[in-house]
T-cell receptor, first 114, second 113 residues
Framework: DVKVTQSSRYLVKRTGEKVFLECVQD?????MFWYRQDPGLGLRLIYF???????EKGDIPEGYSVSREKKERFSLILESASTNQTSMYLC?????????????FGEGSWLTVV | KNQVEQSPQSLIILEGKNCTLQ??????????LRWYKQDTGRGPVSLTI?????NTKSNGRYTATLDADTKQSSLHITASQLSDSASYIC????????????FGKGTTLSVSS
Protein backbone atom coordinates (compact mmCIF):
# COMPACT_ATOMS: atom_id res chain seq x y z
CA ASP A 1 0.00 0.00 0.00
CA VAL A 2 1.09 3.52 -0.78
CA LYS A 3 1.93 5.51 2.27
CA VAL A 4 2.10 9.28 2.54
CA THR A 5 3.39 10.27 5.94
CA GLN A 6 3.12 13.72 7.42
CA SER A 7 5.56 14.16 10.26
CA SER A 8 3.38 16.21 12.60
CA ARG A 9 -0.31 15.67 13.23
CA TYR A 10 -0.83 18.59 15.58
CA LEU A 11 1.24 21.73 15.98
CA VAL A 12 0.81 24.96 17.88
CA LYS A 13 3.09 27.81 16.83
CA ARG A 14 3.42 31.46 17.67
CA THR A 15 2.86 34.30 15.22
CA GLY A 16 6.08 35.07 13.38
CA GLU A 17 7.65 31.65 13.90
CA LYS A 18 9.08 29.70 10.98
CA VAL A 19 7.18 26.45 10.53
CA PHE A 20 8.22 23.32 8.65
CA LEU A 21 5.70 20.67 7.61
CA GLU A 22 7.31 17.51 6.31
CA CYS A 23 5.82 14.92 3.99
CA VAL A 24 7.34 11.63 2.84
CA GLN A 25 5.93 9.13 0.34
CA ASP A 26 7.21 5.62 -0.18
CA UNK A 27 6.09 4.80 -3.72
CA UNK A 28 8.56 6.73 -5.87
CA UNK A 29 5.83 9.11 -7.07
CA UNK A 30 6.86 12.00 -9.27
CA UNK A 31 4.09 14.42 -8.28
CA MET A 32 3.62 15.79 -4.79
CA PHE A 33 1.17 18.40 -3.52
CA TRP A 34 0.44 20.56 -0.52
CA TYR A 35 -3.15 21.63 0.17
CA ARG A 36 -4.87 23.43 2.97
CA GLN A 37 -8.40 22.56 3.98
CA ASP A 38 -10.71 25.01 5.69
CA PRO A 39 -14.41 24.63 6.58
CA GLY A 40 -16.64 25.74 3.73
CA LEU A 41 -13.71 26.25 1.36
CA GLY A 42 -12.68 22.71 0.57
CA LEU A 43 -9.14 21.82 -0.44
CA ARG A 44 -7.03 24.57 -1.95
CA LEU A 45 -3.71 23.94 -3.65
CA ILE A 46 -0.73 25.76 -2.17
CA TYR A 47 2.17 24.30 -4.17
CA PHE A 48 2.91 21.23 -6.18
CA UNK A 49 6.04 19.57 -7.43
CA UNK A 50 6.22 17.39 -10.51
CA UNK A 51 9.76 16.18 -9.85
CA UNK A 52 12.81 16.71 -7.69
CA UNK A 53 13.76 20.37 -7.35
CA UNK A 54 10.75 21.36 -9.46
CA UNK A 55 7.89 23.35 -8.00
CA GLU A 56 4.89 25.27 -9.18
CA LYS A 57 2.65 27.70 -7.35
CA GLY A 58 -0.89 26.63 -6.76
CA ASP A 59 -3.91 28.79 -6.05
CA ILE A 60 -2.81 30.23 -2.70
CA PRO A 61 1.00 30.28 -2.48
CA GLU A 62 1.33 33.58 -0.61
CA GLY A 63 3.09 33.17 2.72
CA TYR A 64 4.36 29.69 1.87
CA SER A 65 7.39 28.14 0.21
CA VAL A 66 8.32 24.55 -0.52
CA SER A 67 11.38 22.38 -0.89
CA ARG A 68 11.85 19.11 -2.77
CA GLU A 69 15.47 18.05 -2.56
CA LYS A 70 14.68 14.32 -2.71
CA LYS A 71 11.97 12.56 -4.64
CA GLU A 72 10.29 11.10 -1.59
CA ARG A 73 10.18 14.27 0.51
CA PHE A 74 8.19 17.47 0.01
CA SER A 75 8.36 20.16 2.67
CA LEU A 76 6.04 23.09 3.21
CA ILE A 77 7.53 26.14 4.90
CA LEU A 78 5.71 28.99 6.54
CA GLU A 79 8.37 31.69 6.67
CA SER A 80 6.57 33.77 9.29
CA ALA A 81 3.43 32.10 10.58
CA SER A 82 0.30 34.19 10.90
CA THR A 83 -3.02 33.44 12.55
CA ASN A 84 -4.79 33.20 9.18
CA GLN A 85 -2.59 30.20 8.40
CA THR A 86 -4.31 28.20 11.12
CA SER A 87 -5.67 25.29 9.13
CA MET A 88 -5.41 21.60 8.29
CA TYR A 89 -2.63 20.91 5.81
CA LEU A 90 -2.76 17.89 3.55
CA CYS A 91 0.11 16.43 1.57
CA UNK A 92 -0.58 14.20 -1.43
CA UNK A 93 1.36 12.28 -4.03
CA UNK A 94 0.73 10.41 -7.28
CA UNK A 95 2.67 8.91 -10.15
CA UNK A 96 3.03 10.94 -13.33
CA UNK A 97 -0.31 12.51 -14.23
CA UNK A 98 -2.44 10.14 -16.22
CA UNK A 99 -5.96 8.99 -16.79
CA UNK A 100 -6.07 6.37 -14.10
CA UNK A 101 -3.59 7.57 -11.55
CA UNK A 102 -4.90 7.82 -8.02
CA UNK A 103 -3.79 10.59 -5.71
CA UNK A 104 -2.85 9.46 -2.23
CA PHE A 105 -3.23 11.76 0.74
CA GLY A 106 -1.49 11.89 4.07
CA GLU A 107 -3.41 12.02 7.33
CA GLY A 108 -3.13 15.77 7.64
CA SER A 109 -1.36 18.22 9.90
CA TRP A 110 -3.44 20.48 12.11
CA LEU A 111 -1.63 23.77 12.58
CA THR A 112 -2.76 26.38 15.08
CA VAL A 113 -1.00 29.74 15.05
CA VAL A 114 -1.52 31.80 18.18
CA LYS B 1 -14.20 28.91 -15.13
CA ASN B 2 -13.57 25.30 -14.14
CA GLN B 3 -15.77 24.39 -11.20
CA VAL B 4 -17.02 21.38 -9.31
CA GLU B 5 -20.28 21.73 -7.40
CA GLN B 6 -21.50 19.14 -4.93
CA SER B 7 -24.92 18.72 -3.45
CA PRO B 8 -26.31 18.49 -0.92
CA GLN B 9 -23.86 20.26 1.36
CA SER B 10 -24.87 17.93 4.18
CA LEU B 11 -27.15 14.97 4.65
CA ILE B 12 -28.47 12.96 7.57
CA ILE B 13 -29.84 9.45 7.02
CA LEU B 14 -30.77 6.45 9.12
CA GLU B 15 -28.54 3.41 9.24
CA GLY B 16 -29.50 0.89 6.58
CA LYS B 17 -30.93 3.47 4.18
CA ASN B 18 -29.54 4.31 0.74
CA CYS B 19 -28.44 7.75 -0.37
CA THR B 20 -27.11 9.53 -3.43
CA LEU B 21 -24.65 12.38 -3.55
CA GLN B 22 -24.34 14.63 -6.58
CA UNK B 23 -21.41 16.24 -8.36
CA UNK B 24 -21.78 18.63 -11.30
CA UNK B 25 -18.75 20.02 -13.06
CA UNK B 26 -17.83 22.51 -15.75
CA UNK B 27 -14.24 21.34 -16.14
CA UNK B 28 -12.96 21.21 -19.69
CA UNK B 29 -11.17 19.40 -21.12
CA UNK B 30 -12.21 16.58 -18.85
CA UNK B 31 -9.73 13.86 -17.95
CA UNK B 32 -11.18 11.86 -15.07
CA LEU B 33 -13.39 12.11 -12.00
CA ARG B 34 -12.65 10.73 -8.55
CA TRP B 35 -14.69 10.33 -5.42
CA TYR B 36 -12.91 10.45 -2.09
CA LYS B 37 -14.10 9.67 1.43
CA GLN B 38 -12.67 11.75 4.26
CA ASP B 39 -13.28 10.69 7.84
CA THR B 40 -13.21 13.48 10.40
CA GLY B 41 -9.63 14.52 11.14
CA ARG B 42 -8.12 12.19 8.55
CA GLY B 43 -6.86 12.48 5.00
CA PRO B 44 -9.12 11.69 2.01
CA VAL B 45 -9.12 8.11 0.74
CA SER B 46 -9.95 7.22 -2.85
CA LEU B 47 -13.24 5.38 -3.50
CA THR B 48 -13.49 5.38 -7.29
CA ILE B 49 -11.92 6.90 -10.36
CA UNK B 50 -13.66 7.12 -13.74
CA UNK B 51 -12.46 8.26 -17.13
CA UNK B 52 -14.75 9.72 -19.79
CA UNK B 53 -15.45 6.30 -21.30
CA UNK B 54 -16.69 4.77 -18.04
CA ASN B 55 -20.19 5.47 -16.78
CA THR B 56 -20.39 3.21 -13.72
CA LYS B 57 -17.88 1.97 -11.21
CA SER B 58 -18.47 0.16 -7.94
CA ASN B 59 -16.43 -0.26 -4.79
CA GLY B 60 -18.36 -2.46 -2.37
CA ARG B 61 -21.48 -0.58 -1.28
CA TYR B 62 -20.36 2.54 -3.17
CA THR B 63 -21.39 2.98 -6.80
CA ALA B 64 -20.32 5.99 -8.82
CA THR B 65 -21.90 7.01 -12.10
CA LEU B 66 -20.68 9.46 -14.69
CA ASP B 67 -22.56 11.19 -17.49
CA ALA B 68 -19.90 12.99 -19.49
CA ASP B 69 -22.52 14.59 -21.77
CA THR B 70 -24.35 16.37 -18.96
CA LYS B 71 -21.17 16.66 -16.85
CA GLN B 72 -22.74 15.03 -13.84
CA SER B 73 -21.63 12.32 -11.48
CA SER B 74 -23.33 10.68 -8.55
CA LEU B 75 -22.16 8.50 -5.69
CA HIS B 76 -24.74 6.03 -4.44
CA ILE B 77 -24.29 4.41 -1.05
CA THR B 78 -26.28 1.27 -0.43
CA ALA B 79 -27.39 0.00 2.99
CA SER B 80 -25.57 2.74 4.86
CA GLN B 81 -23.54 2.00 7.98
CA LEU B 82 -22.47 4.24 10.84
CA SER B 83 -18.92 4.10 9.46
CA ASP B 84 -20.12 5.81 6.28
CA SER B 85 -20.39 9.06 8.26
CA ALA B 86 -17.76 11.24 6.58
CA SER B 87 -17.24 13.93 3.98
CA TYR B 88 -17.35 12.84 0.36
CA ILE B 89 -15.30 14.88 -2.06
CA CYS B 90 -15.62 14.92 -5.84
CA UNK B 91 -12.41 15.75 -7.74
CA UNK B 92 -12.24 16.36 -11.48
CA UNK B 93 -8.97 16.32 -13.42
CA UNK B 94 -8.53 18.82 -16.18
CA UNK B 95 -6.55 18.48 -19.34
CA UNK B 96 -5.37 15.64 -21.50
CA UNK B 97 -2.82 14.53 -18.95
CA UNK B 98 -5.12 15.16 -16.02
CA UNK B 99 -2.60 17.41 -14.40
CA UNK B 100 -4.85 20.01 -12.80
CA UNK B 101 -7.24 18.87 -10.08
CA UNK B 102 -10.46 20.72 -9.34
CA PHE B 103 -12.00 19.89 -5.96
CA GLY B 104 -15.60 20.13 -4.90
CA LYS B 105 -16.30 21.39 -1.38
CA GLY B 106 -17.67 18.04 -0.33
CA THR B 107 -20.89 16.60 1.08
CA THR B 108 -20.97 15.78 4.78
CA LEU B 109 -22.93 12.59 5.44
CA SER B 110 -24.13 11.64 8.90
CA VAL B 111 -25.55 8.17 9.41
CA SER B 112 -27.49 7.74 12.63
CA SER B 113 -28.81 4.64 14.37
Amino acid sequence: DVKVTQSSRYLVKRTGEKVFLECVQDMDHENMFWYRQDPGLGLRLIYFSYDVKMKEKGDIPEGYSVSREKKERFSLILESASTNQTSMYLCASRPLAGLGNTIYFGEGSWLTVV
Amino acid sequence: KNQVEQSPQSLIILEGKNCTLQCNYTVSPFSNLRWYKQDTGRGPVSLTIMTFSENTKSNGRYTATLDADTKQSSLHITASQLSDSASYICVVSEGQAGTALIFGKGTTLSVSS
